[in-house]
T-cell receptor, first 117, second 118 residues
Framework: AQKITQTQPGMFVQEKEAVTLDCTYDTSDPSYGLFWYKQPSSGEMIFLIY????DQQNATEGRYSLNFQKARKSANLVISASQLGDSAMYFCAMREPWSDSNYQLIWGAGTKLIIKP | ETGVTQTPRHLVMGMTNKKSLKCEQHLGHNAMYWYKQSAKKPLELMFVYNFKEQTENNSVPSRFSPECPNSSHLFLHLHTLQPEDSALYLC?????????????????FGEGSRLTVL
């Protein structure tokens, strides 16, 4: 079964509008972490924001916020006031323990976001 | 100097060639990773090294051979590759964190090596 699901393969958004990128996850472990990364055309994966499963409040980093709904197992990324430079692939990932001392990241398939001027 | 540096950025090789990808991190991290990114597929974890010791090999074919001489350097040696091995190979590093920690342990990535196998 898919662990991380990003249902939007691509999105077009007008510049300055807010955008929500969807991510749902599946895990039975109570301790996990959720990440969002941005990958511009240059190839580098850029860390954006993190939400821990025990965090009481939604994570925020500048224009990025994470809408964490634990009961629904969703961790949507919200970008406020989108900019042309936000055009990129966006990946949701989940950190899940795979041993007593190590963990792995499970990745979604990504959403291609294009900001229109 | 960027945190994680990968060379070369682009590589074209024949199926009989031997080449290597190099990754160097300047972040003082103790874990390094190789990922494969193919078109329209999620990132695939290939290898994990913690403190220079390989701790994960995700059923990767033997034509890919990793080497981690120290905690700052990671290599991926390539030989007799197939055209389906063409992909973006991403190196990442992180601080190894214990389970049930509040630390994020996020990965820091290089810009990747775009490999084309003819």
């Amino acid at each position: 079964a898919q662990k991380i699901t990003q249902t939007q393969p691509g999105m077009f958004v007008q510049e300055k509008e807010a955008v929500t990128l969807d991510c749902t996850y599946d895990t039975s472990d109570p301790s996990y972490g959720l990440f969002w990364y941005k990958q511009p055309s240059s190839g580098e994966m850029i860390f954006l924001i993190y939400q821990g499963s025990y965090d009481q409040q939604n994570a925020t980093e500048g224009r990025y916020s994470l809408n964490f709904q634990k009961a629904r197992k969703s961790a949507n990324l919200v970008i406020s006031a989108s900019q042309l430079g936000d055009s990129a692939m966006y990946f949701c990932a989940m950190r899940e323990p795979w041993s007593d001392s190590n963990y792995q990241l499970i990745w979604g398939a990504g959403t291609k976001l294009i900001i229109k001027p | 100097e960027t945190g994680v540096t990968q060379t070369p950025r682009h590589l074209v090789m024949g199926m009989t060639n031997k080449k290597s990808l190099k990754c160097e991190q300047h972040l003082g991290h103790n874990a390094m990773y190789w990922y494969k990114q193919s078109a329209k597929k999620p990132l695939e974890l290939m290898f994990v090294y913690n403190f220079k010791e390989q701790t994960e090999n995700n059923s990767v074919p033997s034509r890919f051979s990793p080497e981690c001489p120290n905690s700052s350097h990671l290599f991926l040696h390539l030989h007799t590759l197939q055209p389906e091995d063409s992909a973006l190979y991403l190196c990442a590093s992180s601080q190894k964190i214990p389970r049930d920690t509040l630390n994020t342990g996020e990965l820091f990535f290089g810009e990747g090596s775009r490999l084309t196998v003819l």
